[in-house]
């Protein structure tokens, strides 16, 4: 399917999201996610990436605050939302795959219980017509004797099957925005590969809107039309997936493609690319960039007010360095 060009179904503008005065994991990120199109958000560990997708939720922890000029839902604020307005949407029109499946199911109730209340909450569906979705959705994704499995409880399944489970819950009441966070972590590369086809064959049929979360970029290269890469709170570089790969501008999109073994490539026996340090934790307040103390290009300057600077069409990166710096290395 390819990606719709009128009004997105997710615009985000100038998010920010603090933890009182002790930490700002997320400094002011926008981004768009269009009908059909996967957006992946990209970055280490750290970088702010679960904690904006939580936000769009309005899942944060206690004592969190978000703030930003929108939180556009097909043209609706959700920053103005009520919190009962709110839930009515959270697995319904938006719908979540949770980073790790085993916290995420309650251990107390059986797959089929926690899957019918979705479709019984929203759509006030009997548990009979909902326990017969839940079974026609396992089966879509490739859960072997779906009516057995309804009956389970999720320690009886393994990590794929509880993977293959949430995918199948969120997708009980047909959602517009999907967010995957970390959708194959812990995953064997084969059911890896099995979970990411099965997004997209279920995103060309229903035209899901795809917000991926993940730091693979393998991952990114097979399934993104757009990518934004974050690092320290912030969305240093975004752009189509194709020219952001080909061409990385900012010193930690280099980095990170660096790091990733090409088969083939460099000297049996040769260490692999790495960053050294790590990601700063910032608190309110914090100028500059966040980078400058890990790269190996950093000056004076990078201390003060960081432009945004554009090396293509619709591909922009956060940095001092002038679009041709890049020539200068290998």
């Known amino acids: 399917m390819s990606v719709s060009p009128v009004n997105p179904v997710l615009d985000i503008a100038n998010l ?3 933890f009182g005065t002790r930490a700002e994991p997320v400094r002011g990120i926008s981004l768009r996610i269009h009908r059909g199109e996967t957006h992946c958000l990209v970055g280490e560990s750290g970088c702010g990436k679960s904690v904006s997708a939580l936000s769009v ?3 944060l922890a206690k004592g969190a605050t978000r703030s930003a000029d929108h939180i556009l839902f097909h043209q609706q604020n959700l920053l103005k939302l009520p919190e009962r307005e709110m839930a009515r949407l959270r697995g319904d029109k938006i719908a979540m795959i949770f980073q790790e499946p085993m916290t995420s199911l309650n251990p107390a109730y059986t797959i089929g219980s926690q899957m019918a209340e979705v479709l019984e909450r929203h759509r006030h569906a009997t548990r009979r017509q909902a326990l017969d979705k839940a079974a026609d959705l396992l089966a879509r994704v490739g859960v ?6 309804l009956g389970q409880y999720p320690h009886q399944l393994s990590g794929g099957l509880r993977q293959r489970v949430m995918i199948a819950m969120a997708l009980m009441c047909d959602p517009e ?8 972590t812990a995953l064997d590369v084969t059911v890896q590969a099995q979970i990411l086809r099965l997004l997209q064959e279920i995103q060309q049929e229903r035209g899901l809107a795809l917000l991926m979360i993940t730091h693979d970029l393998g991952v990114v290269a097979r399934m993104a039309h ?10 240093v570089e975004s752009g189509p997936v194709q020219p952001l790969f080909a061409a990385p501008s900012h010193p930690y999109t280099r980095g990170l493609l660096a790091c990733v073994p090409v088969p083939g490539s460099g000297q049996s026996g040769a260490p692999l690319g790495n960053i050294p340090g790590t990601v700063p934790r910032l608190a309110p307040g ?7 103390d890990r790269c190996n290009r950093a000056a004076p300057e990078c201390a003060g007010a960081i432009p945004t600077q554009s090396p293509g069409p619709g591909h922009d990166y956060l940095c001092r360095l002038a ?8």
């Not at 925005?177 to 194959?184: C, K, N, S, V």
């Open 144 to 149: 072997t004797a779906p009516t057995m499995r």
């Open 16 to 18: 920010r999201i603090a």
């Open 226 to 235: 757009h990518v934004s890469v974050m690092y320290a709170g912030q969305v």
């Open 323 to 330: 679009p041709d710096w890049t020539k200068e290395t290998v």
């Open 286 to 292: 914090f100028t500059g960039c966040g980078f400058r």
């Open 177 to 184: 925005l999907l967010i995957a966070d970390e959708p194959t």
């Open 57 to 59: 939720m309005n899942l």
